[in-house]
């Protein structure tokens, strides 16, 4: 392609995408409503994207509870996977749960064979697109601004759970793809879209789509995987994390008697302040992993949820808290566990409490996801890495050129200190140097926190860029030459 023609596709591109922004923004607006938190509406908002996909960029048809193969010709592939535990549960990466897998829990695909395979430069490329459609928990006594389900636009941002992480990278992946069709563009080579469940607890929604034969991976393959969070960089690597529960037992007595008793309420709050120290221990430099250099305290530990007494003038005898541990990258979940047992169990013999322990929830390795770019620069050689990370620093200064106080700005290239479901695309479950993720997306503030706001001038960034990268990797075509 010419440099002329190429410029000329590239206002193409960012002119589909910018005329077609307001039905964007109303779609998220409309997913953004849907609480989708784990057991409430994950079903829904997976049904309202189905829909939609199906409807832009399928054949049209109802899609059956089993999916449906479109017969007719330039149409994506739209199909709802159901998460099956039996598939997963013995799969690196199973994080362990205590509700059942029915026909509510589903992924959603969407996928196009490129019909380029005549060994022209990059014939051999794929692309993923994903992300998660489940959102943690809100209550608007928390102290929201308005009810978190129901999304406000105002000076420039809309506000509601879900809207930053990551229904807007959600929303801004598909619309991309949308745009190109609408300016009568296909991809060259296969792209796929895929919208997982579970990504804010357990994970096990991108692990079962990591297990189908559906996603867009083989031995002669480069598939390139973004995944827009809600982070407005580059991302290379990205922390383990364990959950666990800790049940607690004491000694009840009545409170005029209280050292006869052994309160387990107090006890737990003993027990998590001793998790700190170890939190500090895997914090200290001569324990820290390289790619975080610079980063301030990135090991965190959170005390989450704790309930327990029945009386205020009773010494309560059982307490039970829920903890996220997080860790560095090549730490070995076991490892982690052994010092969580071993930390606890301690000081519960100190304090004569029962202890037990258990784990739900998320078992999430930490994960390199950017091995030349540990020091948040390229090594130096030219890979499949570097490629990525060019064509991405490229199309984003495309995308952003219009605005002044991000012109010419170029995407950082940094490590987060939470997990994400990248780590499925990583070398620790590809085995192969032909895949190569991060993750990017519009820039969010408040996320998990009160009056959670998504960008919307970064959203529409966040979608040309990513419209753009479609042509740079997969290359399109116009659907008349198909």
């Not at 090991?299 to 327990?308: C, H, S, T, Y």
């Not at 170029?410 to 499925?424: E, G, M, N, Q, Y």
Request: glycine residues 8%.
């Amino acid at each position: 392609m010419s440099a002329a023609h190429e410029l000329v596709l590239s206002d193409e591109i960012v002119s589909a995408v910018d005329a077609i922004q307001g039905e964007a923004t109303e779609f998220l607006k409309t997913i953004v409503a849907i609480d989708s938190t784990l057991d409430k509406g994950e079903e829904e908002v997976q049904t309202t994207i189905l829909k939609l996909l199906q409807e832009t960029l399928g054949s049209g048809a109802d899609v059956e509870a089993s999916g449906a193969k479109s017969t007719q010709p330039n149409c994506f592939d739209v199909e709802r996977i159901p998460v099956i535990l039996d598939k997963i549960k013995d799969k690196r990466g199973f994080s362990p749960v205590d509700w059942n897998y029915d026909e509510s829990k589903f992924n959603v695909v969407a996928s196009y064979q490129g019909g380029s395979s005549d060994g022209s430069e990059g014939s051999n490329k794929a692309l993923l697109l994903q992300g998660h459609v489940d959102v943690v928990p809100a209550n608007e006594s928390d102290g929201w601004t308005h009810p978190p389900f129901s999304p406000i636009i105002k000076d420039g941002r809309m506000y509601g759970r879900g809207s930053g992480d990551m229904k807007a990278g959600v929303v801004a992946m598909i619309y991309a793809v949308i745009a190109l069709r609408r300016i009568g563009y296909l991809p060259r080579t296969n792209l796929t879209i895929c919208t997982v469940i579970e990504e804010e607890c357990t994970g096990n929604g991108a692990l079962a789509a990591n297990h189908t034969s559906l996603l867009p991976f083989s031995d002669t393959t480069k598939t390139a995987v973004i995944i827009p969070e809600p982070f407005n960089f580059i991302v290379n690597a990205q922390m383990g994390v364990l959950w666990f529960n800790a049940k607690i037992t004491g000694k009840p007595c009545h409170v005029l008697q209280t050292s006869a008793g052994s309160n387990a309420i107090e006890g737990a709050f003993s027990l998590f302040a001793a998790l700190k120290v170890l939190e500090e221990k895997y914090n200290e430099p001569s324990n820290r992993h390289a790619v975080y250099e610079g980063i301030d305290h990135p090991v965190n530990f959170n005390l989450g949820k704790i309930e327990g007494g029945n009386w205020a003038s009773s010494v309560p005898s059982s307490c039970r808290f829920e903890a996220r541990v997080g860790f560095w990258p090549g730490i070995k979940i076991e490892d982690v566990k052994r010092d969580i047992e071993s930390t606890l169990n301690d000081e519960a013999n100190k304090l004569g409490l029962g202890l037990e322990i258990a784990y739900r929830g998320f078992q999430a390795d930490g994960a390199i996801l950017l091995p030349d770019f540990v020091g948040g620069e390229a090594s130096g050689k030219k890979s499949l890495q570097t490629d990525f990370v060019d064509s991405l620093q490229k199309c984003y200064k495309t995308a952003s050129a219009g605005d002044e106080s991000n012109a010419g700005r170029k995407l950082l290239v940094k490590p987060i200190t939470c997990t994400c479901d990248a780590r499925f695309y990583s070398n620790l479950y590809q085995n192969s140097d032909n895949v190569v993720v991060t993750c990017l997306g519009p820039e969010s503030d408040s996320i998990h926190g009160v009056d959670e706001s998504v960008s919307l001038k970064s959203f529409r960034d966040c979608m040309v860029t990513i419209a753009l990268f479609i042509n740079e990797w997969c290359g399109l075509e116009k659907e008349e030459t198909q």
